[in-house]
């Protein structure tokens, strides 16, 4: 496993289990838009191996410190990043480099060099994101709820446009060319969100009531959307990961199959019969709980119109239509939508179930990986052995 992978399931856990729920904005999936932004302007960029190791490095512990504080969190996350690093061995010059980097990512900092001006570019890539709006409302909903920092929603757009018009800037080339236009598109839109909230009777009759219903309903939305995409990503990182040890293990056995055991038979190698025996047996048991942790749980796929009423079904869960008659599902879905409050609680529903199987493939993968590590362990200490038998009863 690589010092990038380590990072990024040291930082998962981290994130999971130590920062508040609170952060809607400064979470997990805002560290892997920020670790792909900078592999991707580090890409363009020219970077050398070491160089794209240390800005992505960087990119995946810049806002660890979240963990421990609020106040001055990049100090925090250089000190979280510095004790991993140096539990992994990893080169203390290099560690320097990333430390740098991250503190470059403080308020009101001016890059020296290419790497800060990417990570500092990688950490506001969503000023150019069409959903930049959206993505600012958990920022105000983090605020309200960690710092107690509470603004209206014209004080919020005024903010972020000038933020977007004035303060800010792209440094490298390649942010520069590819999203100063989104982010001046952003500008706009804010300018006229701003327009159209500081002139509610401009927009109709009842505008103004409906702009007060709706306050919050674009952050519950977006707070869904990235909740359910980071989850989803997340369950693709588990089968990714236990698709590895499935070739890995597949490789393993062939081997096993087709070089060892054909010569188990002759009296010079009985002395190899149990280590490849401990062997095959790990790269079995690992291959059953990969499957194991990737195998998806077929239901019944139907459902009645009284559970539908009782909101006693998911009814967004493919297991739990798939079955059904389309006009059944439609008025199903048509029921649902009479409701944003039922709405809601539909996409909460199916949030907890996805955690639930989220939580199941990342306990099955927790054990294969261990399976693996200690088959691999014994294997090698059973050769060691095997040989060192046969070599005394040589002598």
Same mark, same amino acid.
Do not use: C
């Given at each position: 496993?690589?010092?990038?992978?380590?990072?990024?399931?040291?930082?998962?856990?981290?994130?999971?289990?130590?920062?508040?729920?609170?952060?809607?904005?400064?979470?997990?999936?805002?560290?892997?838009?920020?670790?792909?932004?900078?592999?991707?302007?580090?890409?363009?960029?020219?970077?050398?191996?070491?160089?794209?190791?240390?800005?992505?490095?960087?990119?995946?512990?810049?806002?660890?410190?979240?963990?421990?504080?609020?106040?001055?969190?990049?100090?925090?996350?250089?000190?979280?990043?510095?004790?991993?690093?140096?539990?992994?061995?990893?080169?203390?010059?290099?560690?320097?480099?990333?430390?740098?980097?991250?503190?470059?990512?403080?308020?009101?900092?001016?890059?020296?060099?290419?790497?800060?001006?990417?990570?500092?570019?990688?950490?506001?890539?969503?000023?150019?994101? *069409?959903?930049? =709006?959206?993505?600012?409302? %958990? !920022?105000?909903? +983090?605020?309200?709820?960690?710092? #107690?920092?509470?603004? /209206?929603?014209? *004080?919020?757009? =005024?903010?972020?446009?000038? %933020? !977007?018009?004035? +303060?800010?800037?792209?440094?490298? #080339?390649?942010?520069? /060319?590819?999203?100063?236009?989104?982010?001046?598109?952003?500008?706009?839109?804010?300018?006229?969100?701003?327009?159209?909230?500081?002139?509610?009777?401009?927009?109709?009759?009842?505008?103004?009531?409906?702009?007060?219903?709706?306050?919050?309903?674009?952050?519950?939305?977006?707070?869904?959307?990235?909740?359910?995409?980071?989850?989803?990503?997340?369950?693709?990182?588990?089968?990714?990961?236990?698709?590895?040890?499935?070739?890995?293990?597949?490789?393993?056995?062939?081997?096993?199959?087709?070089?060892?055991?054909?010569?188990?038979?002759?009296?010079?190698?009985?002395?190899?019969?149990?280590?490849?025996?401990?062997?095959?047996?790990?790269?079995?048991?690992?291959?059953?709980?990969?499957?194991?942790?990737?195998?998806?749980?077929?239901?019944?796929?139907?459902?009645?119109?009284?559970?539908?009423?009782?909101?006693?079904?998911?009814?967004?869960?493919?297991?739990?239509?798939?079955?059904?008659?389309?006009?059944?599902?439609?008025?199903?879905?048509?029921?649902?939508?009479?409701?944003?409050?039922?709405?809601?609680?539909?996409?909460?529903?199916?949030?907890?179930?996805?955690?639930?199987?989220?939580?199941?493939?990342?306990?099955?993968?927790?054990?294969?990986?261990?399976?693996?590590?200690?088959?691999?362990?014994?294997?090698?200490?059973?050769?060691?052995?095997?040989?060192?038998?046969?070599?005394?009863?040589?002598?």
């Amino acid at each position: 496993m690589t010092i990038i992978q380590k990072a990024e399931n040291f930082i998962f856990e981290l994130f999971k289990d130590k920062v508040s729920k609170d952060h809607l904005y400064h979470n997990f999936h805002h560290i892997i838009r920020v670790v792909e932004a900078a592999t991707e302007i580090g890409k363009a960029s020219d970077l050398n191996a070491n160089q794209l190791e240390i800005v992505q490095l960087a990119a995946w512990f810049h806002d660890a410190g979240f963990s421990v504080s609020n106040d001055l969190h990049e100090q925090h996350s250089v000190k979280i990043a510095e004790d991993f690093l140096s539990k992994e061995g990893y080169p203390s010059e290099k560690i320097t480099e990333v430390k740098r980097i991250i503190l470059a990512t403080e308020h009101h900092s001016q890059p020296k060099d290419i790497l800060e001006e990417i990570i500092l570019d990688a950490d506001t890539s969503h000023f150019a994101n *069409e959903n930049y =709006i959206g993505i600012a409302e %958990l !920022l105000k909903a +983090e605020w309200e709820a960690t710092l #107690n920092l509470v603004y /209206t929603d014209s *004080e919020w757009a =005024i903010i972020n446009r000038n %933020l !977007l018009l004035n +303060e800010h800037r792209y440094y490298t #080339n390649y942010a520069r /060319t590819h999203w100063n236009a989104g982010k001046e598109a952003n500008i706009v839109a804010l300018q006229k969100r701003l327009n159209k909230l500081e002139n509610p009777e401009e927009n109709g009759k009842g505008k103004k009531k409906e702009v007060k219903d709706d306050r919050f309903s674009r952050a519950i939305d977006t707070m869904f959307r990235v909740t359910l995409n980071n989850h989803t990503r997340l369950s693709e990182i588990a089968d990714s990961k236990a698709n590895i040890l499935l070739s890995v293990n597949a490789i393993i056995i062939s081997i096993i199959l087709g070089t060892l055991v054909p010569k188990l038979d002759s009296p010079s190698n009985m002395h190899l019969i149990y280590p490849t025996l401990v062997l095959m047996v790990f790269s079995v048991t690992t291959v059953i709980f990969a499957i194991l942790s990737t195998q998806p749980k077929v239901t019944e796929g139907t459902f009645t119109k009284e559970q539908v009423a009782n909101r006693q079904v998911n009814i967004l869960f493919f297991g739990n239509f798939h079955k059904m008659q389309l006009p059944d599902f439609e008025w199903a879905m048509n029921d649902l939508m009479q409701n944003r409050e039922e709405l809601y609680n539909a996409l909460t529903r199916d949030l907890y179930y996805l955690g639930l199987v989220l939580d199941r493939k990342y306990k099955l993968l927790r054990i294969t990986y261990m399976i693996f590590t200690v088959g691999i362990i014994l294997s090698m200490v059973a050769f060691i052995w095997a040989f060192a038998n046969i070599e005394i009863a040589a002598n």
